[in-house]
């Protein structure tokens, strides 16, 4: 890899000499990538693509708070069952649920007690639970939101890409 500092080339218009001059202005660099994990570790700045428009946009805090607190995973033995408790939980979270096969994530603000309002209603319908998690929103959940599918999943006619960009001070010598 070959790294080059360069000061500032500027054209004095009214001489039309070329003048050296030292820059500390702030530049950017563009990441595209799938790996969310990469894009909450590395960048300031987050911007999200749906069919070519930006959808969102801000730091993976602002992005992440966009969805409440905490997130809440229940897992099911069998989808039958998955399928008979979002029915009866959907009304915790003011956000939709996600499911995937035996697993539901709601997104909550109040987490120990919405999965304490979830467990109770659960236990009267003598579903068996397999496992419960709570855990912070991830850039995942994030893009899971604002799209309908996970970051990386193929989906016909549709094309959707997570953007990030970082800022960076260049410091330039003279």
């Excluded at 790294?3 to 500390?24: E, H, P, V």
């Excluded at 602002?62 to 959907?90: H, P």
């Excluded at 007690?113 to 959940?141: K, N, T, Y």
Aim: overall charge positive; some cysteine.
């Amino acid at each position: 890899m070959n790294r080059r500092r360069d000061s500032t080339r500027s054209l004095d218009k009214t001489s039309g000499r070329s003048s050296k001059a030292s820059s500390k202005a702030a530049t950017s660099v563009l990441l595209t990538t799938q790996y969310l994990e990469e894009a909450d570790r590395l960048c300031k700045q987050l911007v999200v693509l749906d069919h070519g428009k930006i959808i969102a946009e801000g730091t993976s805090s602002q992005l992440k708070s966009s969805l409440g607190n905490t997130v809440l995973v229940l897992t099911f033995a069998s989808t039958g069952d998955a399928q008979q408790t979002l029915g009866l939980i959907t009304d915790i979270s003011a956000k939709p649920a996600n499911v995937d096969g035996t697993v539901i994530e709601l997104t909550v603000d109040k987490g120990p007690a919405s999965a304490a309002e979830a467990l109770r209603r659960i236990d009267s319908s003598e579903v068996v639970l397999g496992g419960l998690q709570l855990r912070e929103p991830s850039l995942d959940d994030v893009f899971l939101n604002l799209t309908g599918h996970k970051a990386g999943g193929r989906r016909p006619r549709r094309r959707r890409k997570a953007v990030a960009t970082r800022a960076r001070k260049a410091k330039a010598k003279v």
